[in-house]
T-cell receptor, first 111, second 113 residues
Framework: DAKTTQPNSMESNEEEPVHLPCNHS???????IHWYRQLPSQGPEYVIH???SNVNNRMASLAIAEDRKSSTLILHRATLRDAAVYYC????????????FGTGTRLKVLA | GAGVSQTPSNKVTEKGKYVELRCDPI?????LYWYRQSLGQGPEFLIY????????DSGLPNDRFFAVRPEGSVSTLKIQRTERGDSAVYLC???????????FGPGTRLTVL
């Protein structure tokens, strides 16, 4: 099974950058790394995804290690609305669309 | 446009009863996923549909769980002889096609007494 490892929780001050790490040492060569977040009492929402190169969008940046065994989601300026559980997910195996979520990182943003 | 909707938002049932949970995906999305989320855990994959067919049902925990998508749009998750351990939030997601960004619904909170 594909597996990701994330810290259970992290804290950040408002307006400061946040780096959320994820280890995925079993990743296959063709697997994308996806990040979703889940705000309280809501379904998960897409944040960003990438394969090899670092990626940027309006929500965040994704830095992927050269060996692809880890990645880091970067929120450039955390706001109170960014408080959520952040999941780094992979497919269970190549050729399947069974995604494994894990327990994620609960981000607390301090005012 | 309209997102993924799920009904009911809450369902309370008694042990041993049958329940149906409905998912309305985003119009035109061919891929549909069901997940189950227990308290404090991440979503757990149950089943994936591509069109009308279940392409991967390896996450269904046992034969009490069944899901259909007869016309390739709306899907129903069916649970027979419910048990207290089935209590969870059941999430549905859809995507344009398999592997694309998934859009999640708000979930159905199932409580089995």
């Amino acid at each position: 099974d594909a597996k990701t490892t994330q810290p259970n929780s992290m804290e950040s001050n408002e307006e400061e950058p946040v780096h959320l790490p994820c280890n995925h040492s079993t990743i296959s060569g063709t697997d994308y790394i996806h990040w979703y977040r889940q705000l309280p009492s809501q379904g998960p929402e897409y944040v960003i995804h990438g394969l090899t190169s670092n990626v940027n969008n309006r929500m965040a940046s994704l830095a992927i290690a050269e060996d692809r065994k880890s990645s880091t989601l970067i929120l450039h300026r955390a706001t109170l609305r960014d408080a959520a559980v952040y999941y780094c997910i992979l497919r269970d195996s190549p050729g399947t669309y069974k995604y494994i979520f894990g327990t994620g990182t609960r981000l607390k943003v301090l005012a | 446009g309209a997102g993924v909707s799920q009904t009911p938002s809450n369902k309370v049932t008694e042990k041993g009863k049958y329940v149906e949970l409905r998912c309305d995906p985003i119009s035109g999305h061919t891929a549909l996923y069901w997940y189950r989320q227990s308290l404090g855990q991440g979503p757990e994959f149950l089943i994936y549909f591509q069109g009308t067919g279940a392409a991967d049902d390896s996450g269904l925990p046992n034969d009490r769980f069944f899901a259909v998508r007869p016309e390739g749009s709306v899907s129903t998750l069916k649970i027979q002889r419910t048990e207290r351990g089935d209590s969870a939030v059941y999430l549905c997601a859809s995507s344009n096609q398999g592997g694309d960004t998934q859009y999640f619904g708000p979930g159905t909170r199932l409580t089995v007494l």
